[in-house]
């Protein structure tokens, strides 16, 4: 999430005057950090506030510097009084708060399945309003009280015997990105769960051209994994209003275990949003496709009234050091992931989804708010659960923070977080100009000066001896110790995408001419080392009429018009066939960063809009000896000299087929303007 992004949210999300509300206060005795995780109480992964028995249930709430605590049991979401209020009783040497209640004190109640409840902390004299706790994964509407439910009504035919479908190596990943209603809402999806998470579970979907949509079209274009935008409960969508048009993109953070109700096709029963969640990751998994899920553990919607303030009242966040809350994600708050329990908080919310969702990656916003112990842990947790998962954020923040720069996960830290990944802004500014500046231009739509950011996008990276970093736009040397670490893009839901970067930077030139240079944007981030990485809609050339930050924006610029397929169905199966070929051919997906330098041989063009290199000896266990790559990035074709041979033509002037497009025996060729040109042997 950039800095634009994050103050729009803040005004709407920060609004906020609750009850009960508390003054921040910085970390001070007796918070004492030997009240560590691996004492909390007796469930180790630390999911559970409540624990059901047939008769009985037990809850738990940690909070060392209350001065009491309360937990409520209601009947209904909406009831003014509670069933039944239990005083919790404090275990010092741990800091948690434990309660037992029992059928018996309720009223004519024979279960606790389909009740809720709340806990109250009582802190300097006063009590703070409700709250669900930290660990909630069943919620009310809207994510005011803590559910309990029975599991088996929140469990598809077959889950236990779902797998992720990926085995590989990150580089092996095609990730897109999408948020579940830009992908749905359209009439012309022909879905008809628009909107909700049933809609990736629907088959068979078309447009009024008869276009395959929805799952059907993410088969058909080869991705591996659907990146979700944030799917937990979150503050801005009112869940009790959904006949009326809202939107927002979900960074506005408020239950981080249970997934968000506007997404189901009933938010006031608690088990259908896990249910239709696990039934949509179900269908992907089935179809061949990885989920990997946009987490958002950096900051809160709230500051006071939020479930870690009302639960450990200045502890789960930075401060400055008048007491006022540090703002490194420009929405009011960070919070502490040095701190023992954020720390085991963030690992342990991540495995539940990993484990009980079956989620195969994670995107962490605005990663760098995180401390590099928190991630590397974070790395070992999830890939003892599953060796293929794959992690990757955001390798900046959105303001200062008072974590030191040393500790923060930063792109440039890459290499001190091993099996974590970073989003490469070189390749991306390289390629396409620069995000913050509608108008500039990048390598694929012409401008000089910026082949050796692009080169640094091309090597993943990496420390190699024909880069000059030096000369590069933003990082100044290799950051990443393999390209397993760097995940290459031209754009995401953030700034402008790139179609509409393409019609701002080339205002005079053609839908054609635009989308030739998508076409060689896209495939130089598609042949790079790394993990490449699109945005939903590029391949039919969507736009978003010119709205760079269209996190609450209404459909009628947030939604696919899935007409465009069939307008641009050239472009579709270009990018079909551009994903195909960097399936076919490993050569593109190094994971050792020896065997790049090695391996990956620039030649020496002379021409700041022409690059071109070789992968040479069979890279990676490749069919082919070696594979020329040449990108022209100027409006002029140009004649560029391969040696000869008997090469099979895979790419030229704006078209691509990974089986091939015919034979050259080298010699002097022509590279068309502004397009790839790709050659093997």
Do not use: C
């Given at each position: 999430m950039n800095k634009s992004i994050l103050k729009a949210v803040l005004t709407t999300t920060m609004a906020v005057a609750a009850v009960g509300s508390v003054t921040a206060m910085p970390l001070v005795p007796p918070y004492d950090e030997r009240m560590g995780y691996d004492q909390y109480p007796s469930n180790?992964?630390?999911?559970?506030e409540v624990t059901v028995h047939t008769l009985s249930a037990d809850f738990a709430l940690w909070s060392p510097r209350a001065e009491a605590v309360r937990v409520n049991v209601y009947r209904y979401y909406d009831d003014k009084k509670p069933l039944h209020t239990a005083a919790m009783t404090l275990d010092a040497a741990t800091g948690t708060w434990q309660a037992r209640v029992t059928t018996s004190?309720?009223?004519?109640?024979?279960?606790?399945?389909?009740l809720f409840y709340t806990f109250e902390v009582k802190h300097d004299g006063k009590w703070l309003a409700e709250t669900p706790g930290i660990w909630a994964k069943a919620l009310s509407v809207n994510g005011k009280r803590a559910a309990i439910i029975n599991p088996d009504l929140a469990t598809p035919q077959g889950w236990h015997y779902d797998r992720s479908p990926f085995t590989g190596c990150p580089t092996d990943a095609v990730v897109y990105e999408m948020h579940h209603r830009d992908f749905s809402i359209s009439p012309t999806s022909g879905i008809e769960h628009k909107g909700k998470f049933l809609a990736l579970t629907e088959n068979g979907t078309k447009s009024p051209l008869g276009q395959a949509t929805g799952i059907d079209?993410?088969?058909?274009?080869?991705v591996t994994h659907v990146q979700i935008l944030p799917s937990f409960d979150y503050n801005s969508v009112d869940e009790t209003r959904l006949n009326e048009q809202q939107y927002n993109w979900g960074y506005d953070p408020v239950n981080y275990n249970a997934p968000d109700g506007s997404y189901s096709t009933d938010p006031y029963m608690p088990e259908t949003r896990i249910y239709e969640m696990r039934r949509m990751i179900q269908a992907l998994h089935n179809a061949g496709l990885g989920v990997i899920m946009d987490?958002?553990?950096?900051?809160?919607?709230?500051?006071?009234?939020?479930n870690f303030s009302l639960t450990a009242p200045g502890y789960f966040y930075r401060h400055n050091p008048d007491g006022t809350y540090s703002n490194a994600s420009g929405c009011g708050n960070e919070t502490a992931s040095e701190r023992a329990m954020m720390r085991h908080y963030i690992v342990n919310s991540v495995k539940y989804w990993a484990t009980e969702y079956h989620i195969d990656g994670f995107r962490f916003d605005l990663m760098a708010i995180h401390d590099q112990e928190t991630m590397r842990e974070v790395s070992e947790a999830l890939h003892a659960i599953n060796p293929s998962i794959i992690i990757y954020g955001e390798g900046w923040t959105a303001g200062d923070s008072p974590l030191p720069v040393a500790d923060r996960s930063l792109k440039d830290s890459a290499y001190r977080i091993p099996g974590v990944g970073v989003f490469s802004d070189d390749i991306r500014d390289g390629v396409k100009g620069h995000y913050s500046r509608q108008d500039d231009c990048g390598f694929a739509t012409g401008k000089r000066g910026l082949a050796e950011t692009v080169k640094l996008g091309i090597v993943g990276a990496t420390l190699h001896p024909q880069v000059n970093f030096k000369l590069c736009s933003n990082a100044k040397a290799a950051y990443a110790t393999s390209p397993i670490q760097v995940v290459n893009y031209v754009s995401c839901?953030?700034?402008l995408m790139l179609t509409d970067k393409l019609r701002a930077s080339m205002p005079k030139a053609t839908e054609a001419e635009r989308q030739r240079a998508a076409k060689l944007a896209q495939t130089i981030v598609f042949t790079s080392q790394g993990i490449p990485f699109m945005w939903c809609g590029e391949e039919i050339f969507r736009d978003k009429k010119g709205v760079h930050n269209s996190y609450c924006s209404p459909d009628s610029i947030n939604a696919i018009d899935w007409t465009l397929k069939s307008a641009n169905r050239e472009l579709f199966d270009y990018y079909r066939q551009l994903i195909a070929l960097r399936k076919a051919h490993p050569a593109f997906r190094m994971i050792d960063a020896d065997d790049i330098a090695r391996n990956l041989v620039f030649d020496d063009t002379a021409d700041e809009l022409l690059i071109s290199y070789s992968l040479h000896n069979h890279a990676n266990g490749d069919s082919f000896d070696e594979i020329k790559l040449i990108f022209n990035g100027s409006d002029d074709d140009k004649e560029v000299e391969v040696p000869a041979g008997n090469w099979t033509i895979l790419a030229t002037d704006g078209h691509i087929n990974a089986g091939g497009l015919g034979a050259t025996r080298g010699g002097k060729l022509r590279v068309a303007h502004r397009s790839a040109t790709i050659l093997a042997r």
């Open positions: 180790p992964t630390m999911t559970d004190q309720l009223k004519r109640q024979r279960t606790f399945y389909g079209h993410l088969r058909e274009l080869g987490v958002v553990y950096n900051h809160t919607a709230v500051n006071d009234d939020s839901h953030d700034d």
